[in-house]
C-alpha cells in the first residue's frame, strides 16, 4: 500500500525558514519526486520537482529561496524553505511519478507578515 507522509510545516514570521520532509513507503523503482501546494479555492501547483538524474525545476517563486533534495535510501523529498513569504501560505503535498493519484494529508504552512 502506498503511502506519502508529509511533516515539517508550522507557522513562521515573513523571513524565517522552514524543512518539509515527505517519507513514502510501498513504493518500488526510483521515481521522480515533487512538491506541490494548495490554497482554499485554487488548484494544487508544482511548487519545486526532483528527477530521477536529481535535476531540479521550481516554480518561479520560490526560486532562489526553496531547495528541493532527496534522500533515496530512505525514499524521502525534502523542501527546504528559506525567505518565507505571506504568499508562501498553503498546505504542501508530496507527489511521485508513476503513483501520481497517492496523496499524503500535507502539512500546512503559515507565514505571518
Known amino acids: 500500500q502506498v503511502q506519502l507522509v508529509e511533516s515539517g510545516g508550522g507557522l513562521v514570521q515573513a523571513g524565517g525558514s522552514l524543512r518539509l520532509s515527505c517519507a513514502a513507503s510501498g513504493i518500488s523503482g526510483f521515481n521522480a519526486m515533487g512538491w506541490y501546494r494548495q490554497t482554499p479555492g485554487s488548484h494544487r501547483e508544482l511548487v519545486a520537482r526532483?528527477?530521477?538524474?536529481?535535476?531540479?525545476i521550481y516554480e518561479d517563486s520560490v526560486k532562489g529561496r526553496f531547495a528541493i533534495s532527496r534522500d533515496i535510501g530512505k525514499n524521502t523529498v525534502y523542501l527546504q524553505m528559506n525567505n518565507l513569504k505571506p504568499e508562501d501560505t498553503a498546505i504542501y503535498y508530496c507527489n511521485i511519478d508513476g503513483y501520481s493519484s497517492y496523496w499524503g494529508q500535507g502539512t500546512q504552512v503559515t507565514v505571518s507578515s
Open positions: 526532483i528527477s530521477t538524474s536529481g535535476s531540479t
